[in-house]
């Protein structure tokens, strides 16, 4: 069992940048994927970007392909997600979350274990 805590949120003007962390707790972190998701207000939470076991492989949502970048620290215990040219559209709260190695993590089913998320607010 893996508990994902979020950091890093807040205020940010459109074209900035911002970088959310996870720190995941529990002795079974690197036997997990990773991912993460985000919801805007009114909407449903949707994929962004998943970094899976064993390899590390990664993938994007397009609506954030080459803006943001995720990576993974194995011995810290921590995800990061580093975000470029923040738009408007980008406004959510993200969530970490873990899943089962062999899962896409493209799909809240596919996870097991959530964070409580972080706001991120893109705004002039």
């Known amino acids: 069992q893996v508990q994902p805590v979020e950091s890093g949120g807040g205020l940010v003007e459109p074209g900035g940048s911002l970088r959310l962390s996870c720190k995941v707790s529990g002795r079974a972190f690197s036997s997990y994927s990773m991912g993460w998701f985000r919801q805007a207000p009114g909407k449903e939470r949707e994929f962004v970007t998943a970094i899976r076991r064993p390899n590390s492989d990664t993938y994007y949502a397009d609506s954030v392909k080459g803006r943001f970048t995720v990576s993974r620290d194995n011995a810290k215990h921590t995800v990061d997600l580093q975000m470029y040219s923040l738009e408007p559209e980008d406004t959510a709260v993200y969530y970490c979350?873990?899943?089962?190695?062999?899962?896409?993590?493209?799909?809240?089913?596919?996870?097991?274990?959530w964070g409580k998320g972080t706001a991120v607010t893109v705004s002039s």
């Open positions: 979350a873990a899943g089962a190695v062999g899962r896409s993590c493209m799909f809240r089913q596919d996870m097991d274990y």
